[in-house]
């Protein structure tokens, strides 16, 4: 596609149930990187995956959020067990190669824990 | 470690005036510098980099080693100009970018 496509872009969620986050990222971009987005803690990055390399899972703020990159295209960011400190905005980017100005945002999943 | 910060959470502004919004950074290289953009239901989006010493829309930023600052400023503010900005350090290293806290812009008539 001609961007970064994320869906749902709404999610409303129960607390203690389990999410699904996809992103599509631009085809041949080869770098793919989640952040989230919420009230007064700016972009907070959560994981990276760079072609066949292990991804760097250092943002990950627990081990109820995971994710996975299949073919080295499309990216899944899980959370398990919702909390409410876990509503926010989930912002997918993606970039050909390990390049700092070549990001491109997705337009986000709005996840809201009730 | 590296970190950027953003001191202003909202900066308002008339119509007309000077703008600069504020960013230090925390890095012990050579680090490239970005700001980034977010209009109202638009996604997020490059707005200049230090490296590329370009103006965008009026906007222009200077790498401060010296102070480790890279302030973004507009000689006159726009409407249009009203949105959210990130400043964002990428630390060569680095596998991502580090993104401040944000800073709401918003130009008044």
């Known amino acids: 596609g001609a961007g970064v496509s994320q869906s749902p872009s709404n999610k409303v969620t129960e607390k203690g149930k389990d999410v699904e986050l996809r992103c599509d990222p631009i085809?041949?971009?080869?770098?793919l990187y989640w952040y989230r987005q919420s009230l007064g803690q700016g972009l907070e990055f959560l994981i990276y995956?760079?072609?066949?390399?292990?991804?760097?899972k250092s943002g990950l703020p627990s081990d109820r959020f995971s994710a996975e990159r299949t073919g080295g295209s499309v990216s899944t960011l899980t959370i398990q067990r919702t909390q409410q400190e876990d509503s926010a905005v989930y912002l997918c980017?993606?970039?050909?190669?390990?390049?700092?100005?070549?990001?491109?945002f997705g337009s986000g999943t709005r996840l809201t824990v009730v | 470690a590296q970190r950027v910060t953003q001191p202003e959470k909202l900066l308002s502004v008339f119509k007309g005036a000077p703008v600069e919004l504020k960013c230090n950074y925390s890095?012990?290289?050579?680090?490239?510098l970005f700001w980034y953009v977010q209009y109202s239901r638009q996604r997020l989006q490059l707005l200049l980099r230090h490296i590329s010493r370009e103006s965008i829309k009026g906007f222009t930023a200077d790498l401060n080693k010296g102070e480790t600052s890279f302030h973004l400023k507009k000689p006159f503010a726009q409407e249009e100009d009203s949105a959210m900005y990130y400043c964002a350090l990428w630390g060569g290293t680095a596998s991502k970018l580090t993104f401040g806290t944000g800073t709401r812009l918003q130009v008044t008539l």
């Open positions: 890095y012990s290289g050579s680090p490239e």
């Open positions: 995956f760079q072609g066949n390399s292990a991804p760097d």
């Open positions: 980017a993606s970039s050909l190669r390990r390049q700092p100005y070549g990001y491109t």
């Open positions: 085809s041949g971009h080869t770098a």
